[in-house]
């Protein structure tokens, strides 16, 4: 399968410039240590994913559920107070919203099995 590309760049690319766009930002005035840096490149390697699968038309719902969890990191990252059971009960949330809107797009290979004549 043929890499997809945005904007006729391949994905990595597009990381690459946001990865020095958060150096050159960090060189020249925002305040942010390396800790945030990763987290935000995490975050965009996450949107990133997002956008391939919908391009490729596979796996939404686990580059959403990723997209999630980096999304989460970042909030941490930058001063989100909440205790473990808050962040486990957010990502279940995630993941159940996930799976229910998954169940709908999703069609068996083969065809059910039709029932036999009642006698």
Known sequence: MK???ILGREPAAW???VAIIVKLA???GWNASPETQANVNAVAAAAMGILIAVMV???LGAAIIGFAQ???ALSLGY???W???KQVAAMA???LVVGMWDRTQVTARVPAKQPLPLA
């Open 70 to 72: 980096g999304g989460l």
């Open 3 to 5: 890499t997809p590309l």
């Open 83 to 85: 205790s473990s059971e």
């Open 93 to 95: 949330f995630v993941t």
């Open 57 to 59: 038309h596979d796996g």
């Open 79 to 81: 001063g989100l107070d």
């Open 26 to 28: 960090a060189a020249f």
């Open 15 to 17: 990381l690459s410039l």
